[in-house]
């Protein structure tokens, strides 16, 4: 159901939020790389990733850190 809601949220609300069409399946994988670049994007996708996603990273921590 997570990887589900996932991709469901990538293509539609992260293709929005970046401005570009979905390269990878799920939102992890696309902040994961944006989150390398810099610019607006990599803001965002490093914001994500300590607000959003690590906190519901079984164990703490996730990989985008």
């Known amino acids: 159901t997570g990887w589900i809601i996932d991709f ?3 293509v539609f609300v992260a293709s929005i939020i970046f401005l570009e069409p979905p390269f ?3 939102v992890t994988k696309r902040v994961t790389r944006l989150k390398q ?4 994007r990599g803001d965002i996708a490093r914001w994500m990733c ?3 996603l690590d906190p519901f990273q079984i164990g703490g ?5």
Do not use: P
């Open 24 to 26: 990878e399946l799920t």
């Open 50 to 52: 300590a607000k959003v």
């Open 37 to 40: 670049e810099g610019g607006w």
């Open 8 to 10: 469901v949220v990538n």
């Open 61 to 65: 921590g996730g990989h985008c850190k």
